[in-house]
């Protein structure tokens, strides 16, 4: 059984850091892609980061290029996204997801994505 379980979120000033965790299990982790998405409050669903896991390739919504990190510890199955210079529009409920289908271009829509966590809220203040 494929479990995904999301840490790490917070409350922050703008400007502030957090490093969000994504603890996988029950599947090989260096094989697919995964992502991570957000949901602010009366707004879609938006994909911030995604990496092919096995072949470590990266992609960032523009919302967050530069100032966000996804990356991977295949000795821990985590996923980890590095977040700095936080924004109060970077607020929202953190989702991490994988998919169970091979990839060489990793997908950026949710519904192309399999297994979830129960997300993580982030809250950013100015």
């Known amino acids: 059984q494929v479990q995904l379980v999301e840490s790490g979120g917070g409350s922050v000033q703008a400007g502030g850091s957090l490093r969000l965790s994504c603890a996988a299990s029950?599947?090989?982790?260096?094989?697919?892609?995964m992502g991570w998405f957000r949901q602010a409050p009366g707004k879609e669903r938006e994909g911030v980061a995604f990496?092919?896991?096995?072949?470590?390739?990266?992609y960032y919504a523009d919302s967050v290029k530069g100032r966000f990190t996804i990356s991977q510890d295949n000795a821990k199955n985590t996923l980890y996204l590095q977040m700095n210079s936080l924004k109060p529009e970077d607020t929202g409920i953190y989702y991490c997801a994988s998919t169970d289908s091979l990839y060489f271009n990793c997908p950026r829509m949710g519904g192309q994505y399999n297994y979830w966590g129960q997300g993580t809220q982030v809250t950013v203040s100015s």
């Open positions: 990496v092919n896991t096995g072949g470590r390739s990266t």
């Open positions: 029950g599947y090989r982790f260096n094989r697919y892609c």
